[in-house]
C-alpha cells in the first residue's frame, strides 16, 4: 500500500488586500492564500475561511502561470504604495509576474525582480514580504536562508536597498525565526483588540506559523496553523 505523501501546510504565497478581490466574497479586508495551484480567502474580520474555498487558481487568476507553467509560486508582493499592483514571484524565475487587481490581467512581459529589489540579495530565490515598521514606514523584507535584507519603499518601484543588510535573522528576530520562513504576511486588524497592538506579521514555515508583534518588535506566539487558524483547508 502507497502512503500519500504529506503536503506542509504552509502557503506557497499569502497576499492581504483592503478590499475583496473576487466576487461573491464578503466586504472587508482579506487574506488570500495560494498553494498547489489552488487559492482561497480568509475573512479578516470574522476570522474564518470565505464560503466557496479553495478554487483553482488558473481558473480565477488567468495568465498568472502563463510566463512560468513549470514553475511553482514562491511568493507574492503587494506594496501598497504602489498602487493596485501585485508582484508574484516564482520559483528558479529570476523575472516577477505582475498582476493588476483592477483588470484582473497579468502585464506582460514579466519584470526582472533586480528591477524591484535592486542588489544581490534578490538574485536568487528569496521569501518576500512587505511590512510597515513601528513609525508606519513601508518596507520590504527578504528572507533567505539565515540572513535578510530590507529596502524602503516609495510611491513607485525600485525600492531602495537600506545599508547595513543583509543580517542574520537570528540577532533581529529573537526567539522568533532563525531560518528563512515560507511565507509571510502583515496585516493590520481591524477590531482584534482596543488594549493591544493589532499590527502583526505571520511567518508560515511547514506545519506552523509565527505571529510577531511589530511595534514591540517580538514574538507573540507559534503555533500549528491547523490549531491557530480554524478551518484551514488541505490544499494537496
Not at 483588470?103 to 538574485?123: E, H, S, W
Not at 506545519?207 to 487558524?229: H, I
Request: proline share 10%; with cysteine.
Amino acid at each position: 500500500m502507497i502512503t500519500p505523501t504529506k503536503t506542509a501546510m504552509a502557503p506557497d504565497a499569502v497576499l492581504f488586500l483592503e478590499t475583496p478581490c473576487m466576487d461573491g466574497d464578503p466586504p472587508g479586508p482579506k487574506l488570500y492564500f495560494f498553494k498547489n495551484r489552488q487559492y482561497f480567502a480568509w475573512d479578516v474580520i470574522d476570522e474564518k475561511l470565505c464560503d466557496g474555498y479553495p478554487r483553482d487558481t488558473k481558473a480565477d487568476w488567468p495568465g498568472l502561470f502563463d510566463a512560468f507553467p513549470d514553475s511553482e509560486l514562491r511568493g507574492a508582493l503587494r506594496v501598497p504604495q504602489w498602487g493596485q499592483k501585485v508582484l508574484f514571484l516564482f520559483s528558479g524565475q529570476s523575472d516577477a509576474v505582475v498582476w493588476d487587481l483592477e483588470r484582473r490581467l497579468a502585464i506582460a512581459p514579466p519584470v526582472p525582480v533586480g528591477d524591484i529589489l535592486p542588489g544581490a540579495f534578490a538574485r536568487n530565490d528569496f521569501t518576500p514580504v512587505y511590512a510597515q515598521l513601528v513609525g508606519g514606514a513601508g518596507v520590504i523584507y527578504g528572507f533567505k536562508g539565515h540572513d535578510y535584507a530590507r529596502w524602503s519603499v516609495g510611491d513607485a518601484w525600485p525600492a531602495t536597498p537600506e545599508p547595513g543588510f543583509p543580517r542574520r535573522i537570528a540577532d533581529d528576530w529573537k526567539d522568533g525565526l532563525v531560518l528563512a520562513p515560507r511565507t509571510g504576511v502583515y496585516v493590520e486588524w481591524p477590531s482584534r483588540s482596543s488594549a493591544h497592538s493589532n499590527r502583526k506579521i505571520y511567518f508560515f514555515m511547514g506545519d506552523l506559523y509565527l505571529r510577531w508583534d511589530v511595534p514591540s518588535n517580538t514574538r507573540n506566539y507559534r503555533l500549528d496553523v491547523v490549531a491557530g487558524w480554524k478551518g484551514w483547508p488541505s490544499l494537496a
